[in-house]
């Protein structure tokens, strides 16, 4: 019976050793991966070449066609590599994506078709366009100011 014991804890010893000496890890997991930061622009794995953006209140987005890809960055540069499933708040795809502005006004607008209403969601300053989304400036159209009447979301910025 001791035989039996001290073979079964040598096997025991040897299989956790030939494990964690293969790269496997024996330990439970601790933490599961997070939802990246807003603005932040990735694929994931499994999920093809879609794109994905962690919008305001960290709302996942779909980017739907490279029409949209464009019509709100320059380039493909920033795109990293996330699990897509580690967010929760998921939303729809960002359809007819593009930025603009009125004619002869400063002010920023993204299109967010899949709002709970469609409509124009202010940008809320340079800052957040440039350094938290990255959207490009020359994406920018201007726009008469008639095409944003009734359409502009005032109660929820984009930020």
């Known amino acids: 019976m001791k035989r ?3 073979m079964c804890l040598t096997l025991a010893f040897a299989l956790a050793l030939s494990l964690t000496t ?3 890890s024996t330990a439970a997991s601790g933490s599961a991966a997070a939802c990246p930061a807003e603005g932040t ?3 994931s794995p ?8 962690i919008g305001p209140e960290s709302f996942l987005y779909s980017i739907p066609n490279q029409t949209v890809y464009f019509d ?5 540069d920033g795109i990293q590599i996330h699990d897509r499933n580690a967010c929760i708040k998921s939303g729809p795809p960002l359809r007819g994506g593009h930025l603009a502005r009125p004619e002869g006004s400063p002010t920023v607008y993204i299109w967010d078709e899949t709002f709970p209403e ?3 969601r202010h940008i809320v300053d340079w800052a957040t366009f440039t350094a938290k989304y990255h959207f490009d400036p020359a994406a ?4 008469p100011a008639s095409v944003f ?3 502009v979301l005032h109660l929820h910025p984009w930020t």
């Open 149 to 151: 009447e009734g359409r």
């Open 22 to 24: 293969a790269g496997v």
């Open 140 to 143: 920018i159209k201007p726009l």
């Open 118 to 120: 469609p409509g124009y």
């Open 4 to 6: 039996l014991r001290r």
């Open 41 to 43: 622009r990735f694929k």
């Open 72 to 76: 709100l960055w320059g380039s493909w």
């Open 46 to 53: 499994g999920y093809g070449d879609q794109v994905f953006l």
